[in-house]
């Protein structure tokens, strides 16, 4: 990765997403040291033009990095296998895990996604899975800004032969990396209904004496809320909320069924809602009371999920859907306008995580984060308005470059510093494993086989 | 265009889309003089090869040319222009299409609509707009299969200061096109509630006497069912067909409002249906009952609808949201399977304008409308299951080479015979000619700006 000493991009459609949401057209912007230091609406001449590299955005988008709140990127080799089975977590996903899942299959399957992160113009990750410490090394090595939430839950897990052997490994996985630059390591129980009471509290305690956050999937399955109601009179959010584990250091993913009170809770803790639109909708659970969250200042980000659930882990491919969806759902063609898409994604995102402090706008002090969309191609073509073409429009080959922290992660769709084909090789490999494993047969899979 | 005699494309996974719906792994396929004359599961070892071209799709899979039901070309530089807007129709664009669309422009920007489709793997749209003549000629350069249906309103339009004004273009539009190997004029009268009894059975005649098809939007809109139940005490669809105009010669777009009664006459009439799931939940008006018109064989195809509703005019882009909002509509994970949603895009939309007979499948006999998609994108891989990643994980990034009767339109992304820059070019005049228009500021606009 190249670290240019300051950036200059000029000529530029700027999205700030500040809390004017200002646009400027024909703006410029300025990087040093890894922060953005000045946004200017016309243009910018710098006393000192030394080790200053100059970006001429003409026809592009210059936008704050994008942030997926929520996925799992060890997940990526599974991808299109046993889509829209019912009840595939349990007969298939677990099962599959346990028999393939290790630190090697993690480590190049989230290298793997982490480059569809780039590609698609993703700067910040939250992920959530096993032997995150594989995930941790690969994030070091994309140059992404990431949390990585090692799992907990109930049973035996790949990383771990003993139930809840996750807060073990999360442990020792925090203390290793939490002077990270880029990365956060947090704990992840699993849900609710994976993760009991006790343990629930202990993964809770061990992120609050670390300093660092925790995410876990909440409110999330039908069969979930039954279980709450039956067992506790009450949901999973109240249910944890009087545990005490709710607080602003806690990102919930998917949140489907939430009622007033339930948001009432997320809003008062403080606690960061992942919006995973396309995995709920593919896996026909619901679509989350989002625009009721938003209008109580909830703090919501976008999450793409698990490649095995979204399928993709750009945003996007995920803001159209967002926008179309709700706006179906309230029969409203105002509803989720695409301004708000481009919020949840960016600065939205950073809420949520609690960092928009640093990121998730182009603001000066804040991490150089930034995104530079192409409007090239005819389905981004006119631009009468941005937010618009973005959400409705844009798809991952209209990314041309990505820096975080100033760092140049792509430019011109090119990713120097990572070995697409090697990794590419290396997948192919996992591949032909989980297609030769006696397992796929056993769950009644239709025949797999390799492809060249 | 190269026409090559004969291509082979060789060690490719097919998706036949055949009756058996059989998929080849390491297959091969073999075009001559613009038709596939062998598909097979294995190799083919083509007795001459002179004049043959040899494309190795090792990596890749081929799949028939997409069919675009239903589009409006000539509308792309109107793209994200007032998105959202209530009663956009009558407010914003139909005023401006009186002010702005002339054959220049839509010759255009239906070029540039059409170099969306083929970078998207579309290789036959049927088109609904004004100007016809210009997009005949554009559809003539850019070498899609392309059914044309010249709009018929009752008020004056772009090409007509008369009202009803498009059945006379029409008229002289079928005669001078209806002899082209690739393009088929037709007649558009717009919908039920814009164009009266009388009017549309007059169009329905001068389909029906020069053989040619017809298409129309029916059942779309929430006014339109509520303005048939009060004037004639029934919809849309049963009003047309006392009316004696439908029959298998019609494209019926949208149809999202009906009931067991209207699809019951669709399927006896041979009616073509052309889904527009993201448009019509864009607008918010609601999602069609395709799984039930599929049940009782009706042929339903896919449709982008036009670059203002859509807003983009591929189906990859589409695909994923058909499935997922069946899904969800239906809490059923597997409604609308991926293979299911392949079909419409493919066979399915031959079938809606009954040319099933010779596109729209990859068999011997049928024209070689070819597509070859790249899976090195990382949201492609793995390939457990070919459906579930063009489903869920394709977007226009991932389409590598594209052919209508074995002419190459589009190879390693290049298509070599339309000069991108000159449309962009052109694009951009007519684009700020728009900014400029004191009728956007009238309209109540927010502010639009020429941008660089």
């Known amino acids: ?46 006393e000192d033009v030394r080790n200053l590299r100059v970006i001429d955005a003409r026809g592009g988008i210059v936008m704050p990095g994008m942030i997926n709140t929520h996925t799992h990127l060890g ?56 032997f995150e410490e594989a995930v941790a090394r690969a994030a070091d090595r994309a140059g992404l800004r990431a949390f990585l939430g090692e799992t907990v839950v109930d049973s035996p897990s790949p990383d771990s032969p003993e139930p809840y052997g996750g807060i073990a490994y999360a442990r020792k996985f925090i203390k290793a990396w939490k002077d990270h630059d880029l990365i956060t390591p947090a704990v992840a129980p699993h849900a609710p209904y994976t993760v009991d009471g006790p343990h629930m509290i202990e993964c809770r305690d061990l992120a609050r004496s670390e300093g660092v956050p925790m995410t876990l999937h909440l409110n999330e399955m039908p069969f979930e809320m039954e279980q709450f109601q039956k067992e506790y009179g009450t949901s999973p959010v109240v249910r944890l909320d009087e545990l005490g584990v709710l607080d602003e250091g806690v990102v919930a993913a998917h949140c489907i069924f939430t009622d007033q009170r339930d948001r009432e809770i997320l809003k008062e803790r403080g606690v960061g809602v992942a919006h995973n639109m396309a995995a709920n909708i593919k896996a026909a659970k619901g679509v989350a009371a989002v625009p009721e969250m938003l209008e109580l200042g909830i703090p919501v980000g976008l999450g793409s999920d698990g490649p095995m659930s979204g399928n993709t882990q750009d945003l996007l491919s995920l803001m159209g859907t967002v926008s179309q969806v709700h706006k179906l759902v309230r029969l409203d063609p105002q509803a989720m306008p695409p301004s708000a898409v481009v919020e949840m994604a960016t600065i939205g995102g950073a809420r949520a995580l609690h960092i928009d402090g640093i990121t998730g706008s182009l603001e000066p002090g804040k991490r150089a984060d930034i995104v530079i969309m192409d409007h090239s191609s005819p389905a981004m073509f006119p631009v009468y308005d941005p937010y618009s073409v973005l959400v409705y429009g844009a798809s991952p080959r209209d990314v041309d470059t990505v820096m975080v922290e100033g760092r140049i992660l792509m430019e011109n769709r090119k990713i120097p510093h990572l070995d697409m084909s090697e990794i590419r090789s290396r997948g192919q490999e996992f591949y032909q494993k989980i297609c030769a494993l006696p397992a796929l047969n056993e769950l009644g899979l239709q025949a797999v086989r390799p492809q060249n």
């Open 1 to 46: 990765m190249e670290t240019p000493q300051r950036i200059l991009i000029k000529n530029a459609l700027i999205l700030t997403m500040n809390a004017r949401k200002d646009v400027f057209y024909g703006g410029s912007l300025l990087t040093e040291g890894g922060k953005i230091i000045r946004v200017e609406p016309g243009e910018i001449v710098p």
């Open 75 to 130: 997940m990526s080799f599974f991808r299109s296998l046993a889509d829209d089975r019912k009840d595939r977590l349990r007969k298939v996903l677990f099962p599959l895990e346990k028999a393939v899942v290790t630190d090697d299959l993690v480590y190049w399957a989230s290298l793997h996604s982490l480059t569809e992160m780039i590609q698609g113009g993703v700067t910040t990750v939250f992920d959530m899975y096993y």
